[in-house]
């Protein structure tokens, strides 16, 4: 059962333009809300992350949208460049246990995007 | 500040065989998570561990299992490999208490079954 679903697969865009992805998720227990970058051969990187309570975060070019009536989330990253292609993943987790530490991560599926110079 | 480091980089193994991975956590963390990724697809959670014990538990066998030391680093045992358990094994670590659910990534351990 996909948790986190992700989409589009791939998108490719112009240098400057707009790419957005979006993902859905089904359990309401989620309360964060992380969005990772990966590049070939590398493990994942945090880029930014959300929480419930508030509806958009910015954070340098990357915002994410989030949705809580519809269960959904999104990543815009404005004036795109070259080097911001990767394999970009959303991702959700529920609230840490009463004794404390980080819980599991349920990721999307990923979306390759690329930019054209 | 060092971050995540996984060792090795590469492993080919054969059906059958057993094989350890290792990571160490970054400077401070004290919990570790491991993640399969396959091709093509996001990470799939394997296990966690804090405080020396298995925290939390994914849809994994019992041909994975791990440990984590005193010093907070951990391995990653997988026995009787299948074909299928080729993939990127990746380590996170985070820190309790610290910025909510919060995971580094290391670069990983790509294992190869033939």
């Known amino acids: 059962q996909q948790q986190v679903k992700q989409s589009p697969q791939s998108l490719i865009v112009q240098k400057g333009g707009i790419p957005i992805i979006n993902c859905a998720y089904e359990n309401t227990a989620f309360d964060y809300f992380p969005w990772y970058q990966q590049f070939p051969g590398k493990g994942p990187a945090l880029l930014i992350a959300?929480?419930?309570?508030?509806s958009e975060k910015k954070e340098g070019r990357f915002t994410i949208s989030f949705n809580k009536s519809a269960k959904q989330f999104s990543l815009h990253i404005m004036d795109s460049q070259p080097g911001d292609s990767a394999t970009y993943f959303c991702a959700a987790s529920p609230p840490p246990l009463t004794q404390g530490g980080s819980e599991k991560l349920v990721f999307g599926k990923g979306t390759k995007l690329t930019v054209n110079p | 500040d060092a971050g995540v480091t996984q060792s090795p980089t590469h492993l080919i193994k054969t059906r059958g065989q057993q094989v350890t991975l290792r990571c160490s956590p970054k400077?401070?963390?004290?919990?570790v998570s491991w993640y399969q990724q396959a091709l093509g697809q996001g990470p799939q959670f394997i296990f966690q561990y804090y405080e020396e014990e298995e925290r939390q538990r994914g849809n994994f066998p019992d041909r994975f299992s791990g440990h984590q030391f005193p010093n907070y680093s951990s391995e990653l045992n997988v026995n009787a490999l299948l074909l299928g358990d080729s993939a990127l094994y990746l380590c996170?670590?985070?820190?309790?208490?610290?910025?909510?659910?919060?995971?580094?990534f290391g670069p990983g351990t790509r294992l190869t079954v033939l």
């Open positions: 996170a670590s985070s820190l309790l208490p610290g910025r909510y659910n919060e995971q580094f």
């Open positions: 400077s401070g963390h004290d919990t």
């Open positions: 959300i929480r419930p309570d508030v």
